[in-house]
């Protein structure tokens, strides 16, 4: 991992994947904690986080990082294009420092279409009622 000292912003960590397949893919990112035990050191409740694609700004997250260490922290849902058109940026425009560890993007389907596929009749369910 790498680490930054709240600043303005002039400190990123990039995270340019390589889409084989189109689609749209949920986005986490990982932190961990400075020092031996979480609050060894102060870091960012809202270290900036900004989800690119095609070139463009889509949003900006802000992460708190006092919390969700050593897990995969969903970023929301996202869709890229095929290639190297998106991207994810970690900033140090936060009010404490800010943790630099892993993103990870997993393929959850094609398109934005919604499921209408209606599911199957409920299987050996008991309504109990009470009064």
Known sequence: FAWSAAGSGENTATYTPTIGVPGVYEVFEW??????????YSQATNA???VLFN?????????DQTA????????GL?????????????SNAANASVLSDAVQFVYRRSS???????????????VTTVH
């Open 55 to 63: 070139s463009a700004v889509d949003t900006t997250i802000y992460v």
């Open 48 to 50: 900036k986080v900004q």
């Open 68 to 75: 969700g260490y050593g897990r995969w922290n969903s970023l």
């Open 78 to 90: 996202y869709y890229f294009s095929k290639g190297k058109t998106g991207r994810v940026v970690l």
């Open 112 to 126: 934005w279409e919604a499921d209408l596929t209606a599911p199957g009749s409920p299987q050996n369910v008991k």
């Open 31 to 40: 932190h961990g904690h400075r020092g031996s035990t979480p609050g060894a």
